[in-house]
């Protein structure tokens, strides 16, 4: 062998084990950065297996509908307009007299309050 040939092998075997560390230690890091990536992967694939059981433990009643549109003539909205406000007069009314009933006074003093009357205008 001649001795340029051996003097440049021995000189990129000299470059290869300088290298090598370098090498070594990319491989290293290359080889943290995986890991960490499987742990991080492992911990999101549980999270998410969590989050799927959870809603099959939920009410099924969180799916909504879509609200129907009621078609509806002027006169029958303003008798349920009516209607509905009565309603409530009337629960508001009862909620009184148990408040007023739990504070020790008398609801036979008081007369019961009368429903609003139908106006044809709807209000």
Known sequence: MKLKNL???IQRLEKRL????????RLKQKLQ???AAKGMKAARKSAAR??????AVKK?????KPKKKLNLSPERRAQLSAEMK???AA???AQANAKSDSAGQDSAQQPPPQPPENRPDGA
């Open 7 to 9: 003097k440049k092998k």
């Open 18 to 25: 300088q290298e090598a560390p370098r090498k070594l230690a």
């Open 33 to 35: 950065a995986a890991e």
């Open 50 to 55: 969590a989050a799927a059981a959870r809603p």
């Open 60 to 64: 099924p009643s969180s799916v909504k």
């Open 86 to 88: 009565a309603r409530w």
């Open 91 to 93: 629960k508001r009314a």
